[in-house]
């Protein structure tokens, strides 16, 4: 309220006593600071003050106006509570020039309302206050829940270093308590072995941002990092460390190195499906036993180690290996293949290792370079390692352990960088026993064995087999031969102890002989055509073809050991190994010919 100061003299009219009051009261009205308007019960206005002007935006506000033509929307409450008596308190109003908020008492005289008086102010500013404040609570609990839901850990002080937050990713990481460290100031909590040192106090003495590594309760490592908040003044006023838990970090570490290591074994996958794929587009196999051989090979590509084949003659163990190198990285060196049985034994060692000038009589002047040297970057097969003497194996076993070996009449060794893969269709554990084979270089080829079956044992691979091979002779014979059904059928009848080998010689010499362009029964060699067949006709008794299969390879099996002096003849005319032909006698009930054991 407005201080009022009234001077009178000591002598007054009762018309200037009057007119003093009047005046007394207005001066009073206007000094207060809420607007004040007194209507009778007509709503006309009797007192009005300024600040009920300035609120209503009436500068011309006066007595004598009526209420209901100032402001038409009040008038109805106003009217109400004249009319019931009864005051109305903290009533709201939206006005054009401000929001005010109003108490409406009646004015009572012997008994009856004759007027009202309405006390309101403007709360425009206020509102406007409070918006402000709430939003700065809005902001505040947002930045709260911020810190909270960060991942990294957030320990945040005063200028001072003393503590005013933490959040929960701290108290997870550092397994500290925040009631444990709230208002205790940094240096204490280092003085006390909490830290092993401080970044907050690093901050506020170099004024930047410092990272360090930080040791929490003598055990736990975590980097931290200090940031300084300055205030408009230039000072420090809040120093922001963010914490990472050097332990997540290596975990995420790990966990990246083993998804980066994921991705380099699918790309491996991926990549050896690709070459298994294109492998199988130069081969002709449908059995599972091929496919799994090929896979075999496609994996072992890749690696620098040496590799075995093993199989009956004729089954493909020079494709296998040739196909071996071409996947692997030393697919743009050489391939040189060396046949250990059609090479003399006087000339096996200046063939596969060379030798020097003057050597011995007869020797190139010049010295020449062997079968091994040649291989230099690239891969040798050694086919029919097993006819392999045992002095050249211990050269051999040189060239793989020690990456070395000497030419004939040489001074010293020379290095050599080739890759070993070796084929036989013999035994060679069983040489090995029988010492024919040294165990050494046996375990050094055995690394990553590959057998092949025979084509007996895998006849579905025989149909596309045939295909394959009739188009070639007829593309390279510029022929048109096509091959009658039972012929096939017939083809898969055949054991084939030559395997695959035979199975083209066979094939070629039918296309060449052949009369007419259909290849037919009359066309087989005969071998596939003759008695051996005849007797070996399936029976017309409805018998399944796995025992129709099963009495023809009991009669061959009974012929071949009839003809044999022992199982051990037997087994090698048949291309099997001697317990692999007991296994089938076993199974076949033919223990009548185990005398010949």
Known sequence: MESVRLEMGDARSPVETGVMHDLLWDAALDASRNGIIIVDTEGKI??????????????????????????????????????????????RLELPHAHIIANRSPIFMDGRVVGLISVFQDISEYEAIISELKGYQELHQELAAIIEISSDGLYITDGDANTIRVNQAYERITGLKREDLIGYNMRDLVARGVFDRSVTLEVLKRREQVSIMQRVLGNKLVMVTGNPIFNEKGEIALVVTNVRDMTELN??????????????????????QE????????????????????????????????????????????????????????????????NCGTIPESLMESELFGYEKGAFTGASAGGKAGLVEMAQGGTVFLDEIGDLKVDMQVKLLQVIEEKSFSRIGAMKPQSVDVRIIAATHHDLKELTDKGLFRSDLYYRLHVIPIHIPP????????????????????????????LAPEVVYRLMEYPFPGNV??????????????????????????????????????????????????????????RVLEESRSITEAAHRLG??????????????????AKKQ
Do not use: Y
Request: glycine residues 6%; positive net charge.
């Open 46 to 91: 009797l007192k009005c003050n300024k600040a009920a002007m300035r609120a209503l935006g009436r500068p011309d506000l006066a007595p004598g106006q009526f209420h209901r033509d100032i402001v038409p929307s009040a008038w109805p409450d106003l009217k109400h509570v004249m009319e019931t008596g009864i005051p109305q308190t903290g009533v």
């Open 251 to 272: 975990e995420l570490r790990s966990k990246l190195e083993e998804t980066q290591l994921l991705n380099v074994r699918f790309q491996e996958a991926l990549l050896e």
């Open 275 to 338: 070459r298994f794929e294109h492998v199988l587009k130069d081969m002709v196999i449908k059995s599972e036993a091929m496919v799994r051989v090929v896979r075999r090979a496609v994996k072992v590509a890749g690696v620098e180690t040496s590799v075995l084949i093993t199989g009956e003659s004729g089954v493909g163990k020079s494709m296998l290996a040739r196909i071996v190198h071409q996947l692997s990285p030393r697919k743009d060196g050489p391939f040189v293949k060396i």
């Open 455 to 482: 084509l007996r044992e895998r006849k579905d691979d025989i149909p596309i087999l045939v295909q394959r091979i009739l188009a070639k002779f007829n593309q390279s014979l510029k022929l048109k031969k096509r």
């Open 501 to 558: 080998r035979e199975l083209i010689n066979i094939m070629e010499r039918m296309i060449i002989l052949s009369e007419s362009q259909e290849i037919t029964l009359s066309d087989l060699p005969m071998e596939l055509s003759g008695s051996f067949f005849r007797e070996g006709a399936p029976p017309e008794n409805g018998l399944s073809l796995k025992a129709m299969l099963s009495a023809m390879e009991s009669r061959i099996l009974s």
């Open 576 to 593: 099997v190994h001697p317990s692999t032909l007991c296994r089938k006698m076993t199974r076949l009930r033919l223990g009548s010919f």
